[in-house]
T-cell receptor, first 113, second 112 residues
Framework: AQTVTQSQPEMSVQEAETVTLSCTYD???????LFWYKQPPSRQMILVIR????KQQNATENRFSVNFQKAAKSFSLKISDSQLGDAAMYFC??????????WGAGTKLIIKP | DAGITQSPRHKVTETGTPVTLRCHQT?????MYWYRQDPGHGLRLIHY???????DKGEVSDGYSVSRSKTEDFLLTLESATSSQTSVYFC???????????FGQGTRLTVV
């Protein structure tokens, strides 16, 4: 069975600094999708970024970028110039061949002013 | 927000009572999902639907049933609520099978 592991239950970063959240996954498939979602205290789940496994280029959305290492089955999220509004739970998710999303347990990101 | 509304947003109910949560979407997307979120587990799939009257079980479906009689509504029913079903429930839609999910605001359910 596919699994998604987020090994950092909590991370903290100084405002304006850069932080990287880790995610690893286990699969035997070659084509799949990976996602990072953000969940602020409002509880709303918000898509941050998406990566297709067949694409070698790492996805980027403004201050958010990923480091996708397919062979290592690693999908880390880098947040540059951290802002107070980035404080949230961050979830990594893997979409399997049945199009179901498998979720990590989440990383709580704290931004220090 | 992809036009997704969950109701109610909060509910407290007693053990053994039936509970129905509603998910309503305004954009006629085919794929709808119910997840539960518990600390340390991320999101876990309860049931999903790929069209009117077409539903299937997820990994934690025991104790839950669903119905989808109209494209826009996906109902989750706890036939006899138990304390282990205290959780935050999220509805999600997908525009196509292989795209990202968009979520409702969540329903916090407490079973006492």
């Amino acid at each position: 069975a596919q699994t998604v592991t987020q090994s950092q239950p909590e991370m903290s970063v100084q405002e304006a600094e850069t932080v990287t959240l880790s995610c690893t996954y286990d699969t035997s498939e070659s084509d799949y999708y990976l996602f990072w979602y953000k969940q602020p205290p409002s509880r709303q789940m918000i898509l941050v970024i998406r990566q297709e496994a067949y694409k070698q280029q790492n996805a980027t959305e403004n201050r958010f970028s990923v480091n996708f290492q397919k062979a290592a089955k690693s999908f880390s999220l880098k947040i540059s110039d951290s802002q107070l509004g980035d404080a949230a739970m961050y979830f990594c998710a893997f979409m399997d061949s049945n199009y179901q999303l498998i979720w990590g347990a989440g990383t709580k990101l704290i931004i220090k002013p | 927000d992809a036009g997704i509304t969950q109701s109610p947003r909060h509910k407290v109910t007693e053990t053994g009572t039936p509970v129905t949560l509603r998910c309503h979407q305004t954009e006629n997307h085919r794929y709808m999902y119910w997840y539960r979120q518990d600390p340390g587990h991320g999101l876990r799939l309860i049931h999903y639907s790929y069209g009117v009257k077409d539903t299937d079980k997820g990994e934690v479906s025991d104790g839950y049933s669903v119905s989808r009689s109209k494209t826009e509504d996906f109902l989750l029913t706890l036939e006899s609520a138990t304390s282990s079903q205290t959780s935050v429930y999220f509805c999600a839609i997908r525009k196509t099978e292989n795209t990202e999910a968009f979520f409702g605001q969540g329903t916090r359910l407490t079973v006492v």
